[in-house]
């Protein structure tokens, strides 16, 4: 069994908490101890006090200072509104705190998905856009979809049509 000083314990430790206890983190750096161990360590050093009272338990909701909030907010709104991406630079935070982060800083402006159209409506909407009643723009901003999606709906449907039609033809004959 190797023994560690307490030096190393204690530089482990503290690189755990720097790394937001991603085990994986301090393990490949150090190349000691293993994960199990490093969290026995972590453990050990909470309990007997030494935590300093910054990291664990008591302000765990306000881990981020309100500036970190507001760089991550102003962040995801200048790029696309992709918390994959502000998470991915900045290193911080998860997407369901970005999220909340963002309805708190500034109602309304964060992305959120909508349910698949379905099909009787992808038909009625390109039925439209087709017969040239109305734009792909204002069908798309009446279903919640870009007119890029109606376009792409109407090409598809073409297409589905000319293969229908294709197989039909050779049938007859």
Request: charged share 35%.
């Amino acid at each position: 069994m190797v023994k560690y000083t307490r030096e190393q314990r204690l530089r482990a430790v503290r690189l755990y908490e720097q790394y937001d206890r991603s085990a994986a983190s301090v393990v490949n750096e150090l190349g000691y101890p293993s994960r199990q161990m490093l969290v026995r360590w972590h453990r050990a050093w909470v309990e007997a006090g030494r935590d300093d009272g910054g990291s664990l338990g008591d302000g765990r909701g306000e881990r981020y200072t309100p500036g970190q909030k507001r760089a991550a907010v102003d962040h995801y709104l200048r790029h696309g509104r992709c918390a994959a991406r502000t998470i991915r630079a900045l290193g911080y935070p998860c997407k369901a705190l970005l999220a909340r982060w963002v309805d708190e800083l500034e109602p309304g402006q964060r992305r959120i998905r909508r349910a698949p159209v379905d099909a009787r409506t992808r038909r009625k909407a390109v039925v439209e856009y087709a017969s040239g009643s109305r734009t792909s723009r204002q069908v798309g901003e009446e279903l919640g979809v870009s007119a890029d999606v109606v376009r792409n709906w109407k090409h598809k449907m073409l297409a589905g049509d000319d293969k229908e039609r294709a197989m039909g033809d050779d049938a007859d004959k």
